[in-house]
């Protein structure tokens, strides 16, 4: 079956069709996000690009069978309402309800898109093999989602994760959701680029300075991961208390969820070796008997998203039919 799956993002919008067969994406396109236009022009657009790349292989709207979508934000899937997606600036949007309606024929679900991505690791990424496996997102800020028992984790009211927004240090620095000390403000590519900017003010003449060409605002989070692999020794002290952080974030959830394996996305885990061999050595040394069997690099990238919304209708009816024969 071809699938269509969507990645919503703050600047983007991916659409794919994919081949369940083979997990191979046959036609995709990708769109600037009609920021601050409202719901009509995002469920529009979403039509528009899914004719963009169904019409050439000759599926109309009603011959979808299987439509999924993954964005950032609160998502309540029992209801298919997406409660907020504050970067967004969308709030209560009934978006599977709105979605049946361009495609009438077809199973419509939605989910998280740090979930969808989690999802595509399952099905086709690094956690194949794994009825349970945890994918924690590293970007501006951090994503997470969960297979357990081969099902996605919706948990207790149905809202998934938000590891994000554990507490790690009561009085730490400020995150976005207003709470001190939260993963995020610690764990997060941003967290990085702000104390490599301080490096650039504070050390002029260090490794992060001359990637950055002396200019804070210029400093990325991989910039910090080079200047540290280079040997840099502020870089290093940067790296080793951002690798710290993420340990104690990691150790948690294994003591919480007890998952097989974690997968690591985002850019931050271009890092690779560099960053995973460390960070397992800490993890073992912390979760002890609850240490996972792998941690790992995500392997799927970009394409994650789109490949997870497009598989989340299989997921929705092989849970359904668990919960029909007990």
């Not at 979808?64 to 504050?86: D, E, F, K, N, Q």
């Not at 969808?116 to 086709?124: Q, T």
């Not at 207003?178 to 990085?192: V, Y």
Request: neutral net charge.
């Amino acid at each position: 079956m071809l699938r269509l799956g969507f990645d919503i993002g703050g600047m983007s919008i991916r659409a794919c069709l994919l081949d369940d067969q083979n997990m191979r994406i046959v036609a995709q396109k990708a769109e600037p996000f009609p920021i601050g236009q409202g719901e009509d022009a995002l469920i529009s657009q979403l039509k528009r690009m899914a004719d963009d790349i169904s019409l050439p292989l000759g599926l109309s709207p009603e011959m979808h069978r299987s439509v999924g979508v993954g964005i950032p934000g609160t998502v309540h899937r029992a209801t298919g309402v997406l409660l907020s997606a504050c970067n967004l600036h969308l709030n209560g949007m009934p978006i599977v309800q709105r979605m049946r309606k361009c495609f009438p024929n077809a199973h419509v679900a939605v989910a998280n898109d740090a979930d969808v991505a989690a999802l595509a690791e399952y099905y086709a990424g690094a956690f194949r093999g794994y009825d349970s496996g945890l994918l924690i997102t590293i970007g501006t800020g951090i994503g997470s989602g969960m297979i357990v028992n081969g099902r996605l984790f919706d948990g207790g009211k149905g809202l998934g994760s938000e590891l994000g927004h554990i507490t790690l240090q009561q009085d730490g620095p400020m995150c976005a959701c207003g709470n001190q000390g939260c993963a995020e403000a610690l764990c997060s590519a941003t967290w990085l680029e702000r104390q490599g900017r301080h490096c650039v003010l504070d050390y002029p003449m260090s490794r992060i300075a001359t990637l950055a060409q002396g200019k804070p605002e210029n400093v990325r989070a991989k910039d910090v991961v080079t200047a540290a692999r280079d040997g840099d020794g502020v870089a290093r002290q940067i790296f080793e208390e951002y690798v710290k952080n993420l340990s104690s974030l990691i150790s948690t959830c294994c003591y919480m969820m007890s998952p097989r394996i974690i997968g690591l996305g985002g850019g931050v885990s271009n890092a690779g070796d560099f960053l995973i061999a460390p960070l397992t050595e800490r993890v073992k040394r912390r979760a002890r008997l609850y240490v996972p069997e792998k941690i790992v690099a995500a392997s799927l990238g970009d394409a994650a998203g789109m490949i997870g919304a497009a598989m989340l209708p299989d997921m929705e009816q092989r849970e359904n039919l668990q919960d029909r024969c007990g």
